[in-house]
């Protein structure tokens, strides 16, 4: 059973998204990765989102590049959280594809993350957080994580610190 769904919208989205499947994988998350289009197969993803949601999928995150609708079309179809990462694919570097993303009309919120692979790292931090809500255990590898970054940050700030020979 996937807790989580990641749609790309092309083929050609896949590097840039692949940071949010490696980073579920690391956090323990069971969740499926698949393309599926808003306009080019969109039985295909109405097909899914109702299949994914009965075997019990509870957050859908959609990548998307161009006028992207992806996620708004997954929105349209399930009322599960759905996280939105605009991709930078075209001569507007990803601004057509934020604004698609990000401006949903009322009753039907897209949660969007950042452009690229730095809104795909936190699409799943999001996805992790959302499902943490109701499992105490991914919580507390959540606070570890966190607890990781500060650690890091006083490693970064030793070393620079640090009298140079
Ligand atoms: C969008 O159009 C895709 O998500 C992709 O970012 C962009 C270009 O798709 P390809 O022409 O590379 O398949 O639908």
Same mark, same amino acid.
């Given at each position: 059973?996937?807790?989580?769904?990641?749609?790309?919208?092309?083929?050609?989205?896949?590097?840039?998204?692949?940071?949010?499947?490696?980073?579920?994988?690391?956090?323990?998350?069971?969740?499926?990765?698949?393309?599926?289009?808003?306009?080019?197969?969109?039985?295909?993803?109405?097909?899914?989102?109702?299949?994914?949601?009965?075997?019990?999928?509870?957050?859908?995150?959609?990548?998307?590049?161009?006028?992207?609708?992806?996620?708004?079309?997954?929105?349209?179809?399930?009322?599960?959280?759905?996280?939105?990462?605009?991709?930078?694919?075209?001569?507007?570097?990803?601004?057509?594809?934020?604004?698609?993303?990000?401006?949903?009309?009322?009753?039907?919120?897209?949660?969007?993350?950042? &452009?690229?692979? #730095?809104? !795909?790292?936190? *699409? @799943?931090?999001?996805? +992790?957080?959302?499902?943490? $809500?109701?499992? %105490?255990?991914?919580?507390?590898? &959540?606070?570890? #994580?966190? !607890?990781?970054? *500060? @650690?890091?940050?006083? +490693?970064?700030?030793?070393? $620079?610190?640090? %009298?140079?020979?």
């Amino acid at each position: 059973m996937s807790r989580v769904a990641i749609f790309i919208g092309s083929l050609s989205d896949e590097e840039k998204v692949r940071p949010c499947s490696e980073l579920l994988s690391t956090l323990g998350i069971s969740h499926t990765f698949t393309v599926t289009s808003a306009h080019r197969s969109a039985e295909r993803t109405e097909k899914l989102v109702e299949e994914l949601e009965r075997e019990g999928c509870q957050v859908f995150i959609c990548a998307a590049g161009m006028a992207a609708h992806l996620a708004g079309a997954v929105a349209a179809r399930t009322v599960k959280p759905v996280i939105g990462i605009p991709i930078a694919a075209s001569a507007l570097n990803g601004m057509d594809a934020l604004l698609s993303t990000v401006m949903m009309p009322p009753g039907f919120p897209v949660a969007t993350v950042a &452009l690229d692979k #730095a809104g !795909a790292r936190n *699409a @799943a931090w999001l996805a +992790a957080q959302i499902l943490a $809500l109701s499992d %105490p255990e991914l919580d507390e590898r &959540l606070r570890a #994580a966190r !607890a990781t970054f *500060a @650690a890091e940050v006083e +490693a970064a700030a030793a070393k $620079l610190e640090a %009298p140079k020979a």
